[in-house]
Protein backbone atom coordinates (compact mmCIF):
# COMPACT_ATOMS: atom_id res chain seq x y z
CA UNK A 1 0.00 0.00 0.00
CA UNK A 2 1.17 3.74 -0.95
CA UNK A 3 0.42 4.69 2.80
CA UNK A 4 3.35 2.52 4.05
CA UNK A 5 6.47 4.70 5.22
CA UNK A 6 8.55 4.73 2.44
CA UNK A 7 12.35 2.33 2.99
CA UNK A 8 15.94 3.14 1.76
CA UNK A 9 16.22 -0.36 0.30
CA UNK A 10 13.17 0.52 -2.20
CA UNK A 11 14.87 3.63 -3.73
CA UNK A 12 17.09 3.91 -7.05
CA UNK A 13 20.98 3.65 -5.42
CA UNK A 14 21.37 7.10 -6.95
CA UNK A 15 18.49 8.12 -4.51
CA UNK A 16 18.38 8.77 -0.16
CA UNK A 17 15.76 8.57 2.09
CA UNK A 18 16.15 11.69 5.02
CA UNK A 19 14.03 13.80 6.55
CA UNK A 20 12.07 17.10 5.35
CA UNK A 21 13.61 19.29 8.01
CA UNK A 22 17.30 18.15 6.19
CA UNK A 23 16.77 19.68 2.87
CA UNK A 24 13.69 22.48 3.64
CA UNK A 25 13.84 24.95 6.67
CA UNK A 26 10.28 23.75 7.89
CA UNK A 27 8.92 26.06 10.96
CA UNK A 28 10.47 28.80 10.10
CA UNK A 29 8.52 31.99 8.75
CA UNK A 30 8.89 35.81 8.41
CA UNK A 31 5.84 37.35 10.22
CA UNK A 32 4.49 40.67 8.97
CA UNK A 33 2.04 42.53 10.64
CA UNK A 34 -1.62 43.97 9.35
CA UNK A 35 0.35 47.57 8.44
CA UNK A 36 2.77 46.58 6.18
CA UNK A 37 0.11 45.02 3.68
CA UNK A 38 -0.85 47.61 0.78
CA UNK A 39 -4.63 47.20 -0.55
CA UNK A 40 -3.67 44.92 -3.43
CA UNK A 41 -1.28 42.12 -1.53
CA UNK A 42 -2.39 38.74 -1.99
CA UNK A 43 -3.85 37.59 1.80
CA UNK A 44 -4.04 33.68 1.55
CA UNK A 45 -6.51 31.28 3.71
CA UNK A 46 -6.53 27.94 4.43
CA UNK A 47 -10.54 28.07 3.11
CA UNK A 48 -8.80 29.31 -0.62
CA UNK A 49 -7.48 25.86 -1.13
CA UNK A 50 -9.36 23.50 -2.04
CA UNK A 51 -8.25 20.01 -0.42
CA UNK A 52 -6.71 17.48 -1.82
CA UNK A 53 -7.02 18.39 -5.22
CA UNK A 54 -4.33 22.04 -4.19
CA UNK A 55 -6.93 24.45 -6.30
CA UNK A 56 -6.89 28.05 -5.40
CA UNK A 57 -10.50 28.71 -4.84
CA UNK A 58 -10.52 32.56 -4.43
CA UNK A 59 -7.43 35.32 -4.42
CA UNK A 60 -8.37 37.95 -2.36
CA UNK A 61 -6.16 40.67 -1.76
CA UNK A 62 -5.83 43.16 1.96
CA UNK A 63 -8.29 45.35 0.81
CA UNK A 64 -11.04 42.94 0.11
CA UNK A 65 -10.32 40.80 3.60
CA UNK A 66 -9.50 43.33 5.63
CA UNK A 67 -7.29 41.00 7.48
CA UNK A 68 -6.22 42.38 10.77
CA UNK A 69 -4.11 39.55 12.23
CA UNK A 70 -0.30 38.51 12.49
CA UNK A 71 0.88 36.81 8.92
CA UNK A 72 3.70 34.76 7.54
CA UNK A 73 5.28 36.26 4.27
CA UNK A 74 5.96 34.18 1.37
CA UNK A 75 7.61 34.53 -2.03
CA UNK A 76 6.57 33.69 -5.88
CA UNK A 77 7.61 29.46 -5.86
CA UNK A 78 7.42 29.13 -2.19
CA UNK A 79 5.72 25.71 -1.80
CA UNK A 80 3.06 26.50 1.14
CA UNK A 81 1.96 23.93 3.13
CA UNK A 82 -0.93 23.84 5.56
CA UNK A 83 -0.05 22.45 8.96
CA UNK A 84 -3.65 22.74 10.25
CA UNK A 85 -5.51 19.79 9.96
CA UNK A 86 -3.11 18.34 7.47
CA UNK A 87 -5.32 15.17 6.47
CA UNK A 88 -7.05 18.10 4.68
CA UNK A 89 -4.02 18.13 1.86
CA UNK A 90 -3.99 21.62 1.43
CA UNK A 91 -0.94 22.15 -0.59
CA UNK A 92 0.27 25.28 -2.83
CA UNK A 93 2.87 26.69 -5.06
CA UNK A 94 2.87 30.34 -5.10
CA UNK A 95 2.49 32.16 -7.97
CA UNK A 96 3.46 35.37 -6.56
CA UNK A 97 4.14 36.96 -3.44
CA UNK A 98 1.78 37.50 -0.76
CA UNK A 99 1.32 36.71 3.06
CA UNK A 100 -0.90 33.47 4.45
CA UNK A 101 -2.29 32.54 7.81
CA UNK A 102 0.16 31.46 10.27
CA UNK A 103 -1.59 28.35 10.19
CA UNK A 104 0.21 27.60 6.72
CA UNK A 105 4.21 27.53 6.97
CA UNK A 106 6.00 28.85 3.43
CA UNK A 107 8.57 26.05 2.59
CA UNK A 108 11.34 27.47 0.49
CA UNK A 109 13.26 24.59 -2.07
CA UNK A 110 16.64 26.72 -2.75
CA UNK A 111 18.60 25.32 -5.23
CA UNK A 112 18.73 21.63 -4.55
CA UNK A 113 15.03 21.04 -4.82
CA UNK A 114 12.53 21.26 -7.75
CA UNK A 115 9.49 22.74 -6.06
CA UNK A 116 6.77 21.00 -7.71
CA UNK A 117 8.88 18.04 -6.30
CA UNK A 118 8.37 18.92 -2.84
CA UNK A 119 4.67 19.96 -3.56
CA UNK A 120 4.18 16.12 -4.72
CA UNK A 121 6.05 14.75 -2.08
CA UNK A 122 3.60 16.80 0.70
CA UNK A 123 0.95 14.83 -0.79
CA UNK A 124 2.27 11.06 -1.22
CA UNK A 125 0.13 9.06 0.44
CA UNK A 126 3.06 7.95 2.91
CA UNK A 127 3.02 11.82 3.88
CA UNK A 128 -0.24 12.48 4.89
CA UNK A 129 -0.38 8.82 6.75
CA UNK A 130 2.75 10.39 8.68
CA UNK A 131 1.60 13.90 9.69
CA UNK A 132 -2.14 12.52 10.66
CA UNK A 133 0.23 9.77 13.24
CA UNK A 134 2.35 12.97 14.59
CA UNK A 135 -0.09 15.78 14.81
CA UNK A 136 -1.30 16.70 17.95
CA UNK A 137 -4.84 18.29 19.13
CA UNK A 138 -8.17 16.86 18.83
CA UNK A 139 -10.39 18.84 17.21
CA UNK A 140 -8.06 21.17 15.14
CA UNK A 141 -5.08 18.83 14.98
CA UNK A 142 -1.37 20.30 14.07
CA UNK A 143 1.58 18.98 12.32
CA UNK A 144 4.26 20.95 15.09
CA UNK A 145 7.47 22.26 13.67
CA UNK A 146 9.66 19.12 15.60
CA UNK A 147 7.38 16.47 13.77
CA UNK A 148 7.60 18.56 10.90
CA UNK A 149 11.44 18.26 10.76
CA UNK A 150 11.39 14.67 11.25
CA UNK A 151 8.94 13.85 8.57
CA UNK A 152 10.40 11.45 5.86
CA UNK A 153 11.96 12.54 2.38
CA UNK A 154 12.61 10.70 -0.55
CA UNK A 155 15.52 12.62 -2.09
CA UNK A 156 16.00 11.79 -6.15
CA UNK A 157 18.96 13.56 -7.84
CA UNK A 158 18.74 17.06 -8.91
CA UNK A 159 17.74 15.98 -12.39
CA UNK A 160 15.54 13.37 -12.16
CA UNK A 161 13.54 15.52 -9.62
CA UNK A 162 12.77 17.88 -12.95
CA UNK A 163 11.93 14.79 -14.25
CA UNK A 164 9.59 13.43 -12.02
CA UNK A 165 7.84 16.72 -11.35
CA UNK A 166 7.52 17.30 -15.39
CA UNK A 167 5.80 13.66 -15.46
CA UNK A 168 3.65 14.17 -12.72
CA UNK A 169 2.50 17.68 -14.06
CA UNK A 170 1.32 16.20 -17.75
CA UNK A 171 -0.22 12.94 -16.03
CA UNK A 172 -2.28 14.27 -13.33
CA UNK A 173 -3.33 17.51 -15.49
CA UNK A 174 -4.94 14.72 -17.45
CA UNK A 175 -6.90 12.69 -14.59
CA UNK A 176 -7.93 15.88 -13.26
CA UNK A 177 -9.53 16.42 -16.87
CA UNK A 178 -11.12 12.90 -16.57
CA UNK A 179 -12.13 13.45 -13.11
CA UNK A 180 -14.15 16.67 -14.09
CA UNK A 181 -15.13 15.00 -17.12
CA UNK A 182 -16.97 12.41 -14.80
CA UNK A 183 -18.32 14.74 -12.98
CA UNK A 184 -19.86 16.65 -15.79
CA UNK A 185 -21.31 13.03 -17.05
CA UNK A 186 -22.98 12.66 -13.43
CA UNK A 187 -24.69 16.07 -13.08
CA UNK A 188 -25.97 15.24 -17.42
CA UNK A 189 -27.59 12.06 -15.46
CA UNK A 190 -29.49 13.95 -12.90
CA UNK A 191 -30.92 16.60 -15.91
CA UNK A 192 -32.00 13.22 -17.78
CA UNK A 193 -33.66 12.03 -14.77
CA UNK A 194 -35.56 15.46 -14.59
CA UNK A 195 -36.13 15.35 -17.95
CA UNK A 196 -37.77 12.13 -18.52
CA UNK A 197 -40.22 13.15 -15.18
CA UNK A 198 -41.07 16.08 -16.75
CA UNK A 199 -42.20 14.30 -19.94
CA UNK A 200 -43.73 11.44 -18.06
CA UNK A 201 -46.39 14.20 -16.29
CA UNK A 202 -46.46 16.24 -19.45
CA UNK A 203 -47.93 13.14 -21.57
CA UNK A 204 -45.00 13.55 -24.26
CA UNK A 205 -43.25 10.17 -23.04
CA UNK A 206 -46.87 8.38 -23.75
CA UNK A 207 -47.82 10.39 -26.61
CA UNK A 208 -46.75 7.78 -29.40
CA UNK A 209 -48.80 5.52 -27.24
CA UNK A 210 -51.73 7.36 -27.07
CA UNK A 211 -52.14 7.85 -30.45
CA UNK A 212 -51.79 4.26 -31.33
CA UNK A 213 -55.48 3.51 -29.11
CA UNK A 214 -58.22 5.47 -28.21
CA UNK A 215 -57.06 5.97 -25.12
CA UNK A 216 -58.92 8.62 -22.98
CA UNK A 217 -58.11 12.29 -22.71
CA UNK A 218 -55.72 13.65 -19.71
CA UNK A 219 -58.40 16.05 -17.25
CA UNK A 220 -56.92 18.05 -15.05
CA UNK A 221 -57.66 18.47 -11.08
CA UNK A 222 -56.39 19.27 -7.78
CA UNK A 223 -54.16 16.67 -5.49
CA UNK A 224 -56.95 17.46 -3.13
CA UNK A 225 -59.88 15.96 -5.52
CA UNK A 226 -58.02 12.72 -5.98
CA UNK A 227 -56.77 12.15 -2.40
CA UNK A 228 -58.58 9.92 0.19
CA UNK A 229 -56.53 10.94 3.07
CA UNK A 230 -53.63 12.74 4.55
CA UNK A 231 -51.68 13.49 8.17
CA UNK A 232 -48.87 14.02 9.90
CA UNK A 233 -46.98 12.13 11.60
CA UNK A 234 -47.05 11.54 15.33
CA UNK A 235 -44.31 13.37 17.92
CA UNK A 236 -43.22 10.40 20.04
CA UNK A 237 -42.64 10.99 24.17
CA UNK A 238 -39.14 9.26 24.70
CA UNK A 239 -40.56 6.50 27.07
CA UNK A 240 -41.97 5.60 23.74
CA UNK A 241 -38.97 4.80 21.81
CA UNK A 242 -37.33 1.60 22.16
CA UNK A 243 -34.07 -0.15 21.53
CA UNK A 244 -35.61 -3.76 20.95
CA UNK A 245 -34.96 -4.45 17.14
CA UNK A 246 -38.92 -5.72 17.26
CA UNK A 247 -39.89 -1.99 17.99
CA UNK A 248 -41.82 -0.18 15.07
CA UNK A 249 -39.77 1.87 12.73
CA UNK A 250 -40.52 5.42 12.56
CA UNK A 251 -39.76 6.40 9.29
CA UNK A 252 -36.79 9.76 8.46
CA UNK A 253 -36.21 11.66 5.75
CA UNK A 254 -32.90 9.71 5.69
CA UNK A 255 -34.47 6.75 4.95
CA UNK A 256 -35.96 7.84 2.03
CA UNK A 257 -33.32 7.68 -1.13
CA UNK A 258 -33.43 10.41 -4.08
CA UNK A 259 -34.73 7.94 -6.45
CA UNK A 260 -38.47 8.22 -4.33
CA UNK A 261 -37.65 5.01 -1.94
CA UNK A 262 -38.00 3.69 1.14
CA UNK A 263 -34.73 1.78 2.89
CA UNK A 264 -35.71 1.20 6.85
CA UNK A 265 -32.37 0.00 8.26
CA UNK A 266 -31.32 -1.09 11.58
CA UNK A 267 -30.51 2.65 12.65
CA UNK A 268 -34.14 3.64 11.70
CA UNK A 269 -35.61 4.73 15.31
CA UNK A 270 -38.36 2.44 16.90
CA UNK A 271 -41.27 2.78 18.99
CA UNK A 272 -43.45 0.96 21.23
CA UNK A 273 -46.89 2.06 21.01
CA UNK A 274 -50.53 0.73 21.27
CA UNK A 275 -52.49 -0.88 19.18
CA UNK A 276 -55.00 1.50 18.48
CA UNK A 277 -52.00 4.19 17.96
CA UNK A 278 -49.93 2.01 15.34
CA UNK A 279 -53.70 1.54 13.31
CA UNK A 280 -53.73 5.07 13.27
CA UNK A 281 -50.56 6.19 12.15
CA UNK A 282 -49.05 3.48 10.50
CA UNK A 283 -48.25 3.80 6.43
CA UNK A 284 -49.65 1.36 3.74
CA UNK A 285 -47.78 0.03 0.45
CA UNK A 286 -48.71 3.21 -2.05
CA UNK A 287 -48.89 6.00 0.54
CA UNK A 288 -46.74 8.85 -0.22
CA UNK A 289 -44.54 10.12 2.14
CA UNK A 290 -43.35 14.09 2.19
CA UNK A 291 -40.64 15.96 4.30
CA UNK A 292 -42.69 19.58 5.32
CA UNK A 293 -39.86 20.83 7.55
CA UNK A 294 -36.21 20.61 7.25
CA UNK A 295 -35.30 18.80 3.90
CA UNK A 296 -38.09 19.92 2.55
CA UNK A 297 -39.58 18.06 -0.28
CA UNK A 298 -37.95 15.11 0.06
CA UNK A 299 -40.40 12.33 -1.09
CA UNK A 300 -40.99 8.19 -1.40
CA UNK A 301 -43.95 6.27 -1.95
CA UNK A 302 -44.27 3.15 1.01
CA UNK A 303 -43.86 0.00 -0.89
CA UNK A 304 -44.48 -3.33 0.93
CA UNK A 305 -46.34 -4.56 4.45
CA UNK A 306 -43.91 -4.27 7.03
CA UNK A 307 -45.25 -2.36 9.87
CA UNK A 308 -43.82 1.62 10.15
CA UNK A 309 -45.21 5.10 11.41
CA UNK A 310 -44.04 7.78 9.94
CA UNK A 311 -41.96 10.75 11.97
CA UNK A 312 -43.74 13.78 12.82
CA UNK A 313 -41.66 16.34 10.65
CA UNK A 314 -43.37 13.95 7.57
CA UNK A 315 -46.88 13.86 6.03
CA UNK A 316 -48.63 10.81 4.58
CA UNK A 317 -51.08 10.77 1.67
CA UNK A 318 -53.21 8.37 0.55
CA UNK A 319 -54.62 8.51 -3.09
CA UNK A 320 -58.09 7.53 -4.46
CA UNK A 321 -58.06 4.61 -6.80
CA UNK A 322 -57.83 6.80 -10.09
CA UNK A 323 -54.51 8.47 -8.80
CA UNK A 324 -51.80 5.63 -8.71
CA UNK A 325 -48.75 6.74 -5.86
CA UNK A 326 -46.36 6.45 -7.85
CA UNK A 327 -47.43 9.26 -10.41
CA UNK A 328 -48.41 10.94 -7.91
CA UNK A 329 -44.89 11.07 -6.96
CA UNK A 330 -43.99 12.03 -10.66
CA UNK A 331 -46.15 15.31 -10.79
CA UNK A 332 -44.22 16.00 -7.35
CA UNK A 333 -40.93 14.99 -8.10
CA UNK A 334 -40.52 16.59 -11.56
CA UNK A 335 -39.05 20.33 -12.04
CA UNK A 336 -42.48 21.56 -12.52
CA UNK A 337 -43.41 20.01 -9.28
CA UNK A 338 -40.52 20.90 -7.33
CA UNK A 339 -41.30 24.86 -8.68
CA UNK A 340 -45.19 24.44 -7.52
CA UNK A 341 -43.57 23.12 -4.13
CA UNK A 342 -41.32 26.20 -3.88
CA UNK A 343 -38.46 23.94 -4.23
CA UNK A 344 -36.74 25.12 -7.67
CA UNK A 345 -33.34 26.44 -8.06
CA UNK A 346 -34.86 29.86 -9.21
CA UNK A 347 -37.64 30.00 -6.11
CA UNK A 348 -37.32 31.42 -2.53
CA UNK A 349 -37.20 27.95 -0.51
CA UNK A 350 -40.11 28.14 2.04
CA UNK A 351 -39.58 27.38 5.29
CA UNK A 352 -42.27 24.62 5.23
CA UNK A 353 -45.00 23.13 3.17
CA UNK A 354 -48.30 21.67 4.36
CA UNK A 355 -50.93 19.10 3.55
CA UNK A 356 -53.06 21.98 2.31
CA UNK A 357 -50.87 23.48 -0.18
CA UNK A 358 -50.21 20.27 -1.51
CA UNK A 359 -53.54 19.60 -2.31
CA UNK A 360 -54.37 22.80 -4.22
CA UNK A 361 -51.56 22.14 -7.07
CA UNK A 362 -53.15 20.70 -10.09
CA UNK A 363 -52.59 17.09 -11.59
CA UNK A 364 -52.97 16.26 -15.14
CA UNK A 365 -54.59 13.13 -14.59
CA UNK A 366 -54.36 10.29 -17.26
CA UNK A 367 -56.10 6.93 -16.99
CA UNK A 368 -55.08 4.14 -15.18
CA UNK A 369 -53.94 2.57 -18.12
CA UNK A 370 -51.22 5.56 -19.42
CA UNK A 371 -50.14 5.90 -15.74
CA UNK A 372 -49.07 2.02 -15.12
CA UNK A 373 -47.34 2.46 -18.44
CA UNK A 374 -45.99 5.97 -17.61
CA UNK A 375 -44.60 3.97 -14.53
CA UNK A 376 -42.97 1.17 -16.80
CA UNK A 377 -41.31 3.62 -18.97
CA UNK A 378 -39.89 5.66 -16.53
CA UNK A 379 -38.58 2.64 -14.25
CA UNK A 380 -37.09 1.41 -17.59
CA UNK A 381 -35.07 4.75 -18.26
CA UNK A 382 -34.29 5.12 -14.44
CA UNK A 383 -32.37 1.75 -15.03
CA UNK A 384 -30.70 2.58 -17.72
CA UNK A 385 -29.38 5.79 -15.94
CA UNK A 386 -28.99 3.28 -12.74
CA UNK A 387 -26.71 0.88 -15.21
CA UNK A 388 -24.93 4.38 -15.99
CA UNK A 389 -24.57 5.86 -13.04
CA UNK A 390 -23.19 2.22 -11.10
CA UNK A 391 -20.19 2.03 -13.93
CA UNK A 392 -19.22 5.96 -13.20
CA UNK A 393 -19.27 5.51 -10.02
CA UNK A 394 -16.12 2.94 -10.66
CA UNK A 395 -14.64 4.40 -13.09
CA UNK A 396 -14.49 7.40 -10.64
CA UNK A 397 -12.92 5.59 -7.92
CA UNK A 398 -10.46 4.60 -10.07
CA UNK A 399 -9.80 8.12 -11.58
CA UNK A 400 -9.71 9.16 -7.55
CA UNK A 401 -7.17 6.34 -6.85
CA UNK A 402 -5.03 7.17 -9.69
CA UNK A 403 -3.17 10.00 -8.33
CA UNK A 404 -2.31 7.78 -5.12
CA UNK A 405 -0.54 5.10 -7.16
CA UNK A 406 1.25 7.32 -9.45
CA UNK A 407 2.69 9.39 -6.68
CA UNK A 408 3.49 5.87 -4.96
CA UNK A 409 5.55 5.32 -8.39
CA UNK A 410 7.21 7.84 -8.66
CA UNK A 411 8.77 8.16 -5.40
CA UNK A 412 9.96 4.52 -5.88
CA UNK A 413 11.42 5.77 -8.90
CA UNK A 414 9.52 3.09 -11.02
CA UNK A 415 7.62 6.55 -13.24
CA UNK A 416 10.91 6.91 -15.41
CA UNK A 417 14.01 5.09 -16.62
CA UNK A 418 16.82 5.75 -13.98
CA UNK A 419 19.89 8.11 -15.70
CA UNK A 420 23.07 7.06 -14.02
CA UNK A 421 24.81 10.16 -14.90
CA UNK A 422 22.69 12.35 -12.65
CA UNK A 423 24.47 13.26 -9.60
CA UNK A 424 23.59 11.20 -6.66
CA UNK A 425 21.25 12.14 -3.92
CA UNK A 426 24.48 11.68 -1.55
CA UNK A 427 26.14 14.20 -3.06
CA UNK A 428 23.16 17.03 -2.97
CA UNK A 429 22.65 15.84 0.32
CA UNK A 430 26.59 16.83 1.39
CA UNK A 431 26.03 20.07 -0.43
CA UNK A 432 22.67 20.86 1.59
CA UNK A 433 25.25 20.48 4.60
CA UNK A 434 27.64 22.25 3.96
CA UNK A 435 25.67 25.41 2.39
CA UNK A 436 23.50 25.38 6.08
CA UNK A 437 27.15 25.37 7.79
CA UNK A 438 28.26 27.95 6.33
CA UNK A 439 25.02 30.13 6.56
CA UNK A 440 24.93 29.40 10.03
CA UNK A 441 28.89 30.77 10.45
CA UNK A 442 28.29 33.38 8.44
CA UNK A 443 25.86 36.61 9.85
CA UNK A 444 22.65 36.48 8.08
CA UNK A 445 22.07 39.24 5.84
CA UNK A 446 18.93 41.20 6.01
CA UNK A 447 17.04 40.89 3.23
CA UNK A 448 16.80 43.97 1.47
CA UNK A 449 13.22 45.32 1.66
CA UNK A 450 12.33 46.74 -1.93
CA UNK A 451 9.16 47.73 -1.42
CA UNK A 452 7.94 50.47 0.68
CA UNK A 453 10.73 52.35 1.05
CA UNK A 454 9.91 55.11 3.11
CA UNK A 455 8.49 53.07 5.70
CA UNK A 456 10.71 52.60 8.94
CA UNK A 457 11.50 48.65 9.43
CA UNK A 458 9.01 47.13 12.31
CA UNK A 459 10.85 45.49 15.07
CA UNK A 460 8.00 42.36 14.02
CA UNK A 461 9.42 42.23 11.13
CA UNK A 462 12.50 40.36 12.82
CA UNK A 463 10.72 38.38 15.03
CA UNK A 464 10.33 34.46 14.44
CA UNK A 465 7.42 33.50 16.53
CA UNK A 466 3.84 34.36 16.55
CA UNK A 467 1.16 33.88 19.20
CA UNK A 468 -0.69 31.30 17.02
CA UNK A 469 2.57 28.74 17.44
CA UNK A 470 1.17 25.58 18.96
CA UNK A 471 4.03 26.47 21.91
CA UNK A 472 2.62 30.33 22.76
CA UNK A 473 -0.70 30.33 22.42
CA UNK A 474 -2.92 28.83 25.29
CA UNK A 475 0.35 27.96 27.15
CA UNK A 476 2.46 29.61 29.59
CA UNK A 477 4.97 30.87 27.00
CA UNK A 478 5.89 34.28 28.91
CA UNK A 479 5.97 32.74 32.18
CA UNK A 480 9.23 30.21 31.34
CA UNK A 481 10.81 33.20 29.39
CA UNK A 482 10.29 34.87 33.15
CA UNK A 483 11.79 31.84 34.98
CA UNK A 484 14.70 31.55 32.76
CA UNK A 485 15.55 35.59 33.63
CA UNK A 486 15.33 34.42 37.09
CA UNK A 487 11.75 34.47 37.65
CA UNK A 488 11.43 38.86 37.49
CA UNK A 489 11.87 41.37 34.35
CA UNK A 490 11.09 44.47 33.43
CA UNK A 491 7.86 44.35 29.96
CA UNK A 492 11.26 45.65 27.91
CA UNK A 493 12.90 42.32 28.88
CA UNK A 494 10.61 40.13 28.45
CA UNK A 495 9.61 41.44 25.07
CA UNK A 496 13.26 41.58 24.16
CA UNK A 497 13.50 37.39 25.16
CA UNK A 498 9.82 36.60 23.32
CA UNK A 499 10.25 36.63 19.92
CA UNK A 500 7.37 38.06 19.80
CA UNK A 501 5.63 40.94 17.25
CA UNK A 502 4.70 43.65 19.69
CA UNK A 503 0.73 43.30 19.11
CA UNK A 504 1.66 39.15 20.01
CA UNK A 505 3.61 40.12 22.76
CA UNK A 506 0.76 42.15 24.65
CA UNK A 507 -2.06 40.30 23.99
CA UNK A 508 -0.43 36.97 25.49
CA UNK A 509 0.76 39.10 28.00
CA UNK A 510 -2.36 40.08 29.15
CA UNK A 511 -3.53 36.74 28.80
CA UNK A 512 -1.22 34.60 30.48
CA UNK A 513 -1.91 37.79 33.66
CA UNK A 514 -5.83 37.03 33.30
CA UNK A 515 -4.84 33.11 34.12
CA UNK A 516 -2.80 34.26 37.24
CA UNK A 517 0.32 32.81 35.31
CA UNK A 518 1.75 36.03 35.57
CA UNK A 519 1.79 38.75 38.04
CA UNK A 520 2.32 42.38 37.20
CA UNK A 521 3.97 44.10 39.69
CA UNK A 522 3.74 47.23 37.86
CA UNK A 523 7.62 47.97 37.53
CA UNK A 524 8.67 44.26 37.13
CA UNK A 525 6.53 40.94 36.01
CA UNK A 526 6.93 38.03 38.18
CA UNK A 527 6.49 34.69 37.33
CA UNK A 528 3.74 32.86 39.55
CA UNK A 529 3.49 29.50 41.08
CA UNK A 530 0.71 28.51 38.38
CA UNK A 531 2.97 28.07 35.70
Keep these: MSERPVTADE ?61 NRFATGDVLYGKLRPYLNKVLIADRPGYCTTE ?41 TAAGKAAPFVLAPPAEQKRIADQLDSVLARISSCNDRLDAVSALLQRFRAAVLSAAVSGKLTAEWRSERDSEPWHTCSLGEVTASSFYGPRFGKSEYTSDPLGIPTIRTTDMDRYGRIRITSDTPRVSVSPEKLEQYRVLAGDLLITRTGSIGVMAVFEGNQLAIPSAYLIRFRFRSRLRPTFAYYRLAAPEGKRDLGLSTTAVAQPNINAEAIKRLTIALPSLAEQVEIETRVQGLFAVADRIEARLAVASTCAQELPRSLLGKAFRGELLPQDPNDEPASELLARIATERAS ?83 KTVLEATDAT
Design 104 to 144: IIPLKPGGHLDGRYLFYWLKHPAFLAYVAAKSHGMNMPRLG
Design 439 to 521: AIASPRARRPVQRKPTRAPKESAAMTKSRQDDDVKSHPYLARHLRRLGGSASAEALFGESELPVSDFYKQLAWEIEQGLIRDG
Design 11 to 71: LPITWALTTLGTVVDYGRTEKAEPEEFDDDDWILELEDIEKSTSRLLARLTCAQRLSKSTK
